[in-house]
């Protein structure tokens, strides 16, 4: 068996080991290990995977991640989820569909403290679900709005997937936050606009709620003016270059920190169980880095990813076509793999075909992680999709699928439009260098 069989032999038992359910980390490392060991030997393939784990472990940005966790789990003990939700509410909640826009506007500005897709919806779900049944939308729309509203977790900056992408693919953290700025707030617009329509088509499945005072709408601003102050001072710090990445999170870890005791939710029992999600989180994380990256050396040594890029230059399609044709691979996958499976999957051996397209990288960092969001609301495996079910178990997957139809289309066509205009993703980073 030659190497480039080996390396397509190894891509075909990773992902019938993640389909059939093995963690992420363990299936990358362990295919790459045993690949590295046919191919190199088992002594070499040992002292690689250590040199792996070591250099890893001790990167100064690897720190970017836990100290934004945290900063994340202290920020929803601070109440962030429902302040943000409840302030939106009070402002624009009297309006036709306004409960929806503010659970996805609640979304994202949760999203910029909490960098999770699965977290945001969990979360926003909670808060905003029973308030937008109670006033009387309808399951699907509301049910889809979270759903899609989760996505925006893992593109409004700080974001745990470009902070991983940034590692295994050796770019720039804080120049990948600054370019994810742009297509967020295009993606957020974009949600607004199926709200909008939905509810014009559709009248009685948003009704308009109660008006509040200026008095409630001031107070319910009140609360939420200091995690914003936060945010803006995490987003905005980096993408001036005020501050790198990783201080940006050591602020951020210690403002929440502060903004907990504030609000007079900070006692043992909170911090123990925030510093504890935040190990066990880090060290899950920790652990698929390293796996991914000993799959990346494994298909590097056995030419899959050169025999791709060449293949795609043979092809000459150009660079537009070349990532439409990989944008329906990513779709396709990620339709029966988890998004971040699909990430590390993609990552070696679609980098070649950008280089030779004459891609960014950065570019193709918000690109992949926009395609793996629409991996979290894509049926039938759509994981944001089921945390919704499980939160509200008397509304069918069907009615969640109807719901969030609208928002993928809307996804779809946001992939679309990053690809015919990259400069949607490389015009801020550009302006700020």
Request: proline share 5%.
């Amino acid at each position: 068996m030659t190497e480039l069989q080996t390396g397509i032999s190894g891509v075909a038992v990773l992902l019938v080991l993640l389909l059939a359910g093995m963690p992420i980390g363990i299936s990358l490392g362990l295919v790459g290990f045993v690949g590295l060991g046919v191919i190199l030997g088992l002594e070499p393939a040992l002292i690689k995977a250590g040199v792996i784990v070591v250099e890893t472990l001790t990167r100064y940005e690897l720190g970017t991640l836990p100290l934004f966790l945290l900063m994340a789990h202290l920020c929803s003990a601070a109440n962030a989820s429902r302040d943000f939700f409840d302030a939106a509410a009070r402002l624009i909640g009297h309006r036709r569909g306004g409960l929806a826009f503010a659970s996805v506007g609640g979304c994202a500005a949760f999203g910029a403290v909490n960098g999770s897709s699965l977290a945001t919806a969990a979360t926003m779900g909670l808060v905003a679900l029973p308030e937008m049944r109670k006033r009387g939308y309808s399951d699907s729309l509301a049910t889809g709005c979270i759903a899609a509203g989760g996505t925006l977790g893992q593109m409004i900056p700080p974001s745990g997937a470009l902070i991983v992408f940034g590692i295994i693919a050796e770019q720039s953290i804080g120049r990948l936050f600054t370019a994810a700025i742009v297509p967020g707030l295009t993606q957020l617009g974009l949600y607004f606009v199926v709200i909008w329509l939905v509810s014009a088509w559709r009248p009685e499945a948003a009704p308009p709620s109660d008006r509040s005072d200026w008095a409630q709408r001031l107070a319910a601003i009140g609360r939420v003016w200091d995690l914003l102050a936060l945010v803006l001072l995490v987003i905005c710090g980096i993408a001036i270059g005020w501050l790198t990445p990783t201080e940006a999170a050591s602020i951020g870890a210690v403002g929440a920190l502060l903004l907990c005791r504030r609000r007079r939710r900070l006692n043992l029992d909170v911090l123990r169980s925030a510093l504890q999600d935040t190990l066990v989180t880090s060290g899950l994380i920790f652990a698929v880095i390293i796996g991914s990256l000993i799959f990346s050396v494994f298909i590097s040594v056995t030419g899959v990813a050169d025999a791709v890029a060449g293949a795609a230059v043979e092809a000459s399609l150009g660079p537009v076509a070349s990532m439409l044709l990989v944008a329906a691979a990513l779709l396709l996958l990620g339709s029966v793999l988890d998004g971040l499976a699909l990430m590390l999957l993609a990552t070696p051996i679609v980098m070649p075909i950008v280089a030779e397209a004459g891609l960014s990288p950065i570019w193709f960092g918000i690109f992949l992680v926009r395609a793996m969001e629409i991996g979290f609301v894509h049926p039938p495996i759509g994981l944001n999709l089921y945390v919704i079910q499980g939160i509200a178990p008397d509304v069918s997957l069907g009615q969640i699928f109807r719901g969030v139809i609208p928002f993928l289309v809307s996804d779809l066509f946001h992939l679309l439009l990053l690809i015919l205009f990259p400069a949607m993703v490389l015009w801020l980073p550009g302006l700020l260098r």
